[in-house]
């Protein structure tokens, strides 16, 4: 089992930028697809991005591709997310999450989730 605890949320102005991490414990985090997903208020949770095993590939929702950047450190078990040219649309609770098999690329795919940090863009 692992256990994931986001950091770095807080509120930035359109078009500015913040970095998301996500420090994992518990089993080795290298066997771990990882992903980060958000949820605004009154809509489903949904996919940002994920990175591989070894961080060598990365998949991102067509929203994000261009502003926002996965990545991992597995020598200190954390995945970041650097967020871009940030729009008030990215406004949201935003989750780390990781799976086993497969890339954490739906909200069905993750088998572990963190408990949320808060990103507010303002206009």
């Known amino acids: 089992q692992v256990q994931l605890v986001e950091s770095g949320g807080g509120s930035v102005q359109a078009g500015g930028s913040l970095r998301l991490s996500c420090a994992a414990s518990?089993?080795?985090?290298?066997?771990?697809?990882m992903g980060w997903f958000r949820q605004a208020p009154g809509k489903e949770r949904e996919f940002v991005a994920t990175?591989?095993?070894?961080?060598?590939?990365?998949i991102y929702a067509d929203s994000v591709k261009g502003r926002f950047t996965i990545s991992r450190d597995n020598a200190k078990n954390t995945v970041s997310l650097q967020m871009n040219s940030l729009k008030p649309e990215d406004t949201a609770v935003y989750y780390c999450?990781?799976?086993?098999?497969?890339?954490?690329?739906?909200?069905?795919?993750?088998?572990?989730w963190g408990q949320g940090t808060q990103v507010t863009v303002s206009s």
């Open positions: 990175i591989s095993k070894s961080g060598e590939s990365t």
């Open positions: 999450a990781a799976s086993t098999g497969r890339y954490t690329a739906t909200v069905g795919s993750a088998e572990y």
């Open positions: 518990g089993r080795t985090f290298s066997s771990y697809f």
